[in-house]
């Protein structure tokens, strides 16, 4: 809510800055600031600018873009010839004119030049020049009604500032110029002046004019109505709209402008029917019926549910209760008769209503949050004065005030040792009351225990005991509670395995050279057929939002892999050659059963990419991204103590390559896959081979027992090494060598290291040549030649008969 | 003897001081003080000698041995000296670039997530996790949002079709652990949240932590006291810290908390939007109804809870403007974070 600081004022007896007002309001919790304040530091920067007219415009002779004008600087001075780049001027507008000699909070200096071979005299400045905004679009335009000739600070420092107040949804008081005074009030124990009524009333009573009948209590407890007769429609005088326009309300006519005016003023949205355009002159407060069709004022018709609250005349609706008026019964330049509404509408019911009819209006907003029910007639008296006053209209004797009961607020008792037990201070009851009483609470004692208190009936929000803690503890100030830390008894507390995992796997990673990514955890329809799917993946069957942001992020995505690729595709699109990225997150799968939580699985995947670049460490991407991608894992695996983790070829992952994927065994359960993507899977990505991923399931990484196992203790005796070369069918892997030699289950070979694969000319077609360093060592001696001789021939014996290997 | 070992000596001298290098140094070493060297030999000779002749014969050698053994450490010294010179006369280009394995990146929120969690397990908290995919009950209803009213416009809910909804702060994990656990309860919750509003300044997902207290006696200065242990933590001891009141359904009373501009220093600036602070938490006590909803008494236990902008602390502390840099992935972006 946007109001005029100088209308604040009227309704405090107080002498305070529209500045240190914001500065309480916000102590207070009432989040406010102000606009169009400009600081006096920057004020006194403003020297040489002076408040100007533009007489007359015309093209520069010598240059298309700019302008030729004349400025007159003040009243009795003769205009200035003034160059100019804006357009956005026309002849007649005031404007901020910075004289020769002015030096600009921007750093600019003016002086008289000669701009394209014409003298110009000044400058006609932005807002942005000035240092008033980041706008720059075009000249500052000032009303017409700044004065000509007077320094811009100088005006500057006297126009009314916007407070603009920001108030939390249990807080509808607030929402009134009366309400931030009393705020105001309250903290500085001040008197709120309310204005005070004065109706000169004429018969007959409104009662024998008009019938108000509520049949529905519940949306409507409250219904005061006045009737106001022989009011001269007319624009509204200048104070009010201006009022009313600082507040972002545009003014109508004076009967409208009123009911807004009040609104603003007191918080109760009021409503004015034309009395005459009333059938049966009644007012009858309903719920609609199914179906039942309403135009409201801005031309739509409505279909209705019955949870909506209507306000009907004799023969059918006219308003939407709290929320709209309808076409037919409104104010117009015939009107003379007004019957004018102030009710008390259920916030419940209103707020259905509103979403329902996909409408927030100024009254609706004020209704769902509560409006005073006690100040129902006292609005509508206002408003009458005004009519008056305003319109010259006949304020008909008395008032239609239809109620059941009138609400009056619950007494809560307050017990005074509950503020050092919540808020951890201690203060004294006398001046604990003094804040209930500045808050215009009653206060009663209780002997010993504290207070009885009932809260005004502007305040719906205070409903017990620990409401009114908070406002003993907003009086108080937060800021001057003395900071304390609490005391518990220490207990050994270790991380999570989940989080103590994650950590592991970030820092590794980041030390084997991925960035690690964020994507945000949703998918569009064709994520899964991106990647190939079947049908009965579980991936293609995401979780679907119902009201999503767009089509394309309308599901809880079940795979990381697309959100690596398209980070891929947005880097590749910004030259980087190299890509090495991972991302940690949750996939999400439907519950089993409805009703119970997602399958939110945590899961690890990475990606890398090289494009052909020429470099010293170059190594070719096509064979060694995967082996690269497959260190990882093994350092992932090795560095966790998985200690039973296998990788072993698979052919069945959809959108890897069948001869270049492998698996990730834990025991006999599949925790994830590495390999090359398919290059048609890459397409729908616009991106070409090769790409190489890996993905992990944490959940089962998580779910496998880690074997810390006993540390390896080098041996204290030297060991010695053989080379071996063989031949061997194209088909074997790798390892089948080492699984042939490891059979041979003999202790003193410590390690087998690969060190050159030879595929060419020189051997048979369908062959390949493998060279082994093998060591032998003893944790117990020193081998001997002869020994070592032996075991090798022994190796080679046993590639042999196991592998067909022929030794080299 | 004694003339053999004055010539031998002389000869040792001289070969010992024409040494050019460690390695004829070396062979001179052996030559005489080797296992098969002459000194060596003599020495296991002394006990075919008469008696008498041994100790005077020892000694001799001894003395022989001495004296070279000092010789070659003093030629020892020179020669590496002479080298330490010649080397220190070498230069390489120490402005060409390292070269090596290079590391990866963490992200940003995660380094800020993981720095969250280390100052508040600190003081003592341990960390507590939820489903993304929330009940209404765990993320509205639970924590005192009373159906049809305007505190849940508050924050704009996406819902699945199964009937859940996305969770919109990471509260609802204070409600699974108070209603899985006891006090006295030290809690952090960190988490990815989700609003469906969409604008500039806005993702649609983002990053929290919720963090509680419970026990007998915990009151609003301890609020602010464990807040502004880590405020401080996180931002530097001077950093300035306003508590102001504010309004959450499931804390009462509540606060909101600012620190003072990074930026301007409090002066006033277009990023503080000229008031010298910029809004960092929201925090307060746990509401009685709240306590309540998960069995605990409210008048036996009470409680603080806070909840923490990971985003909003990350642009604070590298100073980014915009929330769409961490979402983005460019690599150019991210690989300055480790």
Redesign the interface.
């Known amino acids: 809510m946007e109001i005029l600081y100088s209308w604040l004022k009227e309704y405090i007896d107080l002498k305070i800055s529209a500045n240190e007002a914001v500065e309480i309001l ?4 009432v ?1 406010s ?1 102000l606009q169009g304040a400009v ?1 006096g530091s920057l004020l006194s920067q403003l020297e040489k600018v002076v408040i100007a007219r533009i007489e007359k415009i015309e093209k520069h002779p010598n240059a298309d873009k700019l302008l030729y004008c004349q400025v007159r600087p003040a009243k009795t001075a003769e205009a200035l010839p003034i160059v100019c780049g804006a357009h956005n001027i026309k002849e007649g507008d005031m404007a901020p004119l910075a004289l020769p000699g002015a030096k600009l909070p921007e750093g600019l200096i003016i002086k008289e030049s000669i701009i394209r071979k014409v003298v110009s005299k000044g400058m006609l400045c932005s807002e942005k020049e000035l240092g008033l905004s ?1 706008d720059y679009s075009g000249i500052m335009i000032l009303p017409q009604t700044a004065p000509l000739g007077v320094e811009l600070k100088e005006w500057l420092a006297n126009q009314d500032m916007i407070l603009s107040i920001d108030s ?4 509808g008081d607030l929402l009134s110029v009366v309400g931030i005074a009393r705020e105001l009030c309250a903290k500085t124990n001040s008197k709120l002046k309310i204005p005070e009524i004065k109706i000169k009333e004429d018969l007959p009573s409104a009662e024998d004019r008009a019938k108000v009948l509520i049949e529905d209590y519940i949306g409507c407890p409250r219904y005061v109505a006045r009737i106001i007769e022989g009011v001269k429609i007319a624009p509204s005088p200048e104070w009010m709209r201006k009022r009313l326009e600082a507040s972002g309300i545009r003014s109508i006519s004076n009967i409208v402008d009123i009911t807004n005016y009040v609104m603003l003023e007191l918080g109760q949205p009021l409503h004015a029917f034309d009395l005459e355009l009333l059938r049966g002159k009644k007012i009858i407060v309903r719920r609609a019926s199914a179906g039942e069709k309403f135009t409201t004022l801005d031309g739509i018709e409505r279909t209705l549910s019955e949870e909506i609250l209507l306000i009907c005349d004799g023969e059918g609706p006219v308003a939407v209760a709290g929320i709209m008026g309808g076409a037919d019964s409104e104010v117009s330049g015939q009107t003379a008769n007004i019957l004018l509404e102030s009710a008390f509408f259920d ?2 019911v209103i ?2 209503g509103a979403i329902q009819l996909g409408m927030q209006t100024e009254a609706s907003k004020r209704f ?2 509560g409006v005073d029910p006690r100040f129902t007639d006292f609005c509508a008296d206002r408003a009458g004065q005004l009519f008056q006053e305003l319109a010259g209209g006949k304020v008909l004797k008395g008032k239609i005030d239809v109620y059941e009961k009138l609400f009056s607020p619950e007494p809560i008792r307050f017990r005074t040792n509950q503020v ?6 201690s203060i004294e009851p006398k001046q604990i009351e003094q804040s209930f009483k500045s808050l215009e609470m009653k206060v009663e004692k209780k002997n010993g225990e504290g207070f009885i208190i009932t809260p005004p009936s502007f305040r719906g929000d205070i409903k ?1 005991e ?2 009114l ?2 406002e003993v ?2 009086l108080y100030g ?2 001057k ?6 005391e ?4 050994a ?1 270790k ?2 395995k ?2 103590l995992l994650r ?1 592991r796997l ?1 820092t590794v ?14 998918q569009g329809p064709k994520d899964p057929s991106y990647l190939g799917l079947k049908e009965d993946d579980p991936k293609t069957k995401p ?7 767009a089509e394309n ?1 309308a599901y ?1 995505r079940t795979s990381l892999i697309p959100g690596l690729i398209s ?1 891929l595709a ?2 590749l699109a ?1 030259q ?1 050659a190299r ?4 991302e940690l997150n ?1 996939v ?1 799968f ?2 089993e059963k ?2 119970e ?2 399958n ?1 699985r945590e899961s690890l995947a990475g990606l890398l990419a090289e494009q052909e670049v020429k470099s ?2 170059q190594i070719s991407c096509s064979e060694g991204g995967f082996y690269e991608l497959k260190r990882a894992v093994e350092l992932i695996l090795e560095q966790l103590k998985f200690t039973g983790a296998r990788i072993e070829p698979v052919s069945d992952v959809p959108y890897l390559l069948p001869g270049k994927t492998a698996k990730i065994m834990l025991g006999k359960d599949r925790a994830g896959a590495l390999g090359e993507v398919k290059p048609l899977v890459l397409k729908n990505f616009d991106l070409s081979p090769p790409v190489f991923i890996f993905e992990l399931d944490i959940e089962l990484l998580l779910s496998y027992e880690r074997k810390a196992g006993s540390a390896f203790i080098p041996s204290r005796y030297p060991g010695a090494y053989r080379d071996i070369s063989l031949m061997i069918d194209e088909e074997l892997p790798h390892q089948a060598v080492i699984i042939a030699i490891r059979g041979l289950h003999n202790e003193l070979i410590s390690a087998i290291e690969l060190f050159d694969i030879y595929r060419g000319k020189k051997l048979p077609s369908g062959k390949k040549s493998l060279a082994y360093r093998i060591w032998y060592q003893s944790p117990e001696r020193t081998l001997t030649e002869e020994e070592i001789n032996a075991l090798h021939a022994k190796v080679a014996m046993r590639l042999k008969e196991k592998l067909g290997a022929e030794i080299r | 003897m004694e003339a053999e070992l004055k010539e031998v000596l002389e000869r040792a001298k001289e070969e010992i001081k024409s040494a050019q290098d460690l390695e004829e140094l070396n062979q001179a070493r052996v030559r005489y003080l080797g296992r098969k060297g002459f000194i060596t030999q003599k020495l296991t000779g002394i006990k075919d000698l008469a008696q008498d002749q041994r100790p005077k014969a020892g000694q001799l050698l001894n003395q022989a041995k001495k004296t070279i053994e000092e010789l070659i450490q003093a030629k020892e010294k020179e020669i590496l000296a002479q080298q330490e010179q010649k080397r220190e006369k070498e230069k390489i280009d120490i402005s060409l670039p390292g070269f090596g394995p290079s590391l990866g990146s963490k992200h940003p929120l995660s380094i800020i997530l993981e720095e969250i969690a280390d100052i508040f397990e600190g003081m003592g908290f341990w960390i507590e996790e939820g489903p993304d995919a929330e009940t209404e009950y765990h993320n509205f209803s639970a924590l005192n949002f009373l159906p049809d009213h305007p505190a849940r416009d508050m924050q704009a809910t996406f819902y699945l079709e199964n009937g859940l909804i996305l969770r919109t702060h990471t509260s609802p994990v204070q409600i699974r652990a108070m209603s899985k656990l006891k006090p006295p309860l030290r809690v952090i919750c960190p988490g990815r949240v989700y609003r469906c509003d969409a604008d500039v300044s806005h993702s649609p997902m983002f990053h929290q932590v919720e963090g509680f207290m419970v026990d007998k006696q915990i009151n609003f200065a301890h609020l602010k006291g464990v807040l502004m242990e880590f405020l401080k933590e996180f931002f530097g001891a001077e950093v300035k810290v306003r508590f102001r009141p504010s309004f959450f359904p499931f804390t009462e009373p509540s606060a909101e908390v600012d620190i003072g501009c990074l930026i301007c220093g409090g002066k006033g600036c277009p990023a503080c939007k000229q008031s010298g602070w910029m809004e960092v938490l929201g925090a307060g006590m746990i509401h009685p109804k709240v306590l309540e909803n998960v069995g605990y008494d409210p008048e036996q236990v009470s409680g603080f809870a806070f909840g923490l902008g990971v985003e909003r602390l990350a642009m604070l502390r590298y100073k980014i403007e915009h929330i769409r840099m961490f979402f983005e992935n460019d690599l150019r972006f991210l690989r300055q974070f480790f």
């Open positions: 916000t102590n207070l919790g989040e600031s600081p980041e939390s949804p249990n807080r916030p419940v707020r259905k769902e949050r050092k037990r919540i808020l951890g201070f017990q620990i409401d803690i908070e503890a907003r937060y800021e509670i003395e900071p304390e830390m609490p518990f008894k220490m207990q507390l991380r999570s989940k989080e950590r970030r990673l980041v030390q084997l050279g991925f960035s690690e990514v964020l994507n945000l955890n949703f979780v679907r939002i119902s009201n999503p942001l992020s809880l980070n947005f880097n910004r980087q890509v090495k990225i991972f949750k999400f439907p519950s409805t009703g939580l997602l939110e010293l460490w």
